[in-house]
Nanobody
């Protein structure tokens, strides 16, 4: 069974930084794309950043220039470095992975980590 476990969320003041991590574990044969999504209260879950197995990235317009997604394939881990955080970045952040577990390939989700930006 594949699991994604996020860490690194918390409370930070506007202008501050946080680094989220998401580690995949279990019977992993291959990890393709990975991404970070977020869901604020009363809003739908939305893509924040995405990275392919080859390292190509794309970002939501609202976070371009402030957030950086990266991955360590040897550790099956994806990161999200968040700088110059704003109150509107407050949300639960979810990790997503397109993962092959033996024969089956499908999307997996982490449990989410809360990020709160407030003074």
């Amino acid at each position: 069974q594949v699991q994604l476990v996020e860490s690194g969320g918390g409370l930070v003041q506007p202008g501050g930084s946080l680094r989220l991590s998401c580690a995949a574990s279990g019977s992993i044969f291959s990890i393709y794309a990975m991404g970070w999504y977020r869901q604020a209260p009363g809003k739908q879950r939305a893509l924040v950043a995405h990275i392919t197995s080859g390292g190509s990235t794309n970002y939501a317009d609202s976070v371009k220039g402030r957030f950086t997604i990266s991955r360590d394939n040897a550790k099956n881990t994806v990161y999200l470095q968040m700088n110059n955080l704003k109150p509107e970045d407050t949300a639960v952040y979810y990790c997503n992975g397109d993962i092959r577990e033996r024969i089956v390939r499908r999307d997996y989700w982490g449990q989410g980590t809360q990020v709160t930006v407030s003074s």
